[in-house]
């Protein structure tokens, strides 16, 4: 955390407090073009389990797609050939500077999971459709996921073309 204070454009001051963060990826892995593989676990701080895209932040000078690469392949087992870069997004410009980069990973090939020690998830290959159906119904509430699974939604149905 940290706290500054802020000249407000009328002149006058403020404090602001918010949280740095090394910014992380979101990615959309694409097992065919119907079916997504997803992540179900418990969350702490909300203390609740959560249907996730893979997800993870950035290690100290690590490009967003090393990140999304080191990432798929801890959490999910699987590597990506083809990596498509689709946007930024900041999940909470109201109180931290975290700037989330989101990627479609394609051409997915099995490896052997490397997960961290403190990870425990279960990784699901879930129907696009299923998933647009649970984010509809309120069963996916996590926001990097619901921007993701949008996003899925446009890429399997060829809106945005090949390249986005």
Request: aromatic share 10%.
């Amino acid at each position: 955390m940290v706290c500054d204070e802020v000249q407000l454009p009328n002149g006058k001051t403020s404090l602001r407090e918010g949280i740095k963060h090394p910014g992380a990826v979101v990615i959309i892995p694409f097992l065919n073009e119907t079916t997504l593989i997803m992540e179900r676990q418990y969350r702490y701080y909300p203390g609740e389990v959560f249907y996730e895209l893979p997800a993870g932040k950035t290690d100290r000078g690590e490009d967003f797609l090393t990140t999304g690469k080191r990432e798929l392949l801890e959490e999910t087992g699987y590597a990506a050939k083809t990596w498509t870069f689709i946007s930024h997004i900041y999940p909470a410009i109201g109180y931290a500077d975290e700037k989330m980069a989101l990627f479609a990973a394609r051409d997915l090939s099995m490896q052997q999971i490397d997960r961290d020690e403190d990870e425990f998830l279960e990784i699901i290959e879930m129907p696009l459709s299923k998933a647009m159906e649970m984010l509809r119904r309120g069963e996916i509430t996590d926001a990097k996921t619901m921007v993701g699974l949008f996003w899925a939604e446009k890429l399997a149905s060829g809106a945005w073309g090949t390249d986005v």
